[in-house]
């Protein structure tokens, strides 16, 4: 069984930084590709970052797109989503998702395992 577990989410003013963390227990966290998805009150959960097993390749929604950056730390079973020049509106519950799989998947539905989510929220 796969655990994840985000934290780092909290309250942050416009043009602010947050750093999130998923830590991924149970089997060889180096075998699974990682995504990030959001999702604010009211609306469908959606992309937001993906990295592939080896780290190698990632892939960003454009909303995100040269402000956010995913990294991954195998030896600390650790995935992580850098948020910088936060806005109001990437105001959401923020999951990581796992699955041992290659390549990387943008749809929530390529991936079986899930976190239970970190608030961000952006006050402007």
């Known amino acids: 069984q796969v655990q994840l577990v985000e934290s780092g989410g909290g309250l942050v003013q416009a043009g602010g930084s947050l750093r999130l963390s998923c830590a991924v227990s149970?089997?060889?966290?180096?075998?699974?590709?990682i995504g990030w998805f959001r999702q604010a009150p009211g609306k469908e959960r959606e992309f937001v970052a993906a990295?592939?097993?080896?780290?190698?390749?990632?892939f960003y929604a454009d909303s995100v797109k040269g402000r956010f950056t995913i990294s991954r730390v195998n030896v600390k079973n650790t995935v992580y989503l850098q948020m910088n020049s936060l806005k109001p509106e990437d105001t959401a519950v923020y999951y990581c998702?796992?699955?041992?799989?290659?390549?990387?998947?943008?749809?929530?539905?390529?991936?079986?395992?899930w976190g239970q989510g970190t608030q961000v929220t952006v006050s402007s």
């Open positions: 149970g089997r060889t966290f180096g075998n699974y590709a």
């Open positions: 998702a796992a699955d041992r799989k290659y390549g990387l998947g943008t749809q929530d539905g390529w991936y079986a395992y």
């Open positions: 990295m592939n097993w080896s780290g190698g390749s990632t």
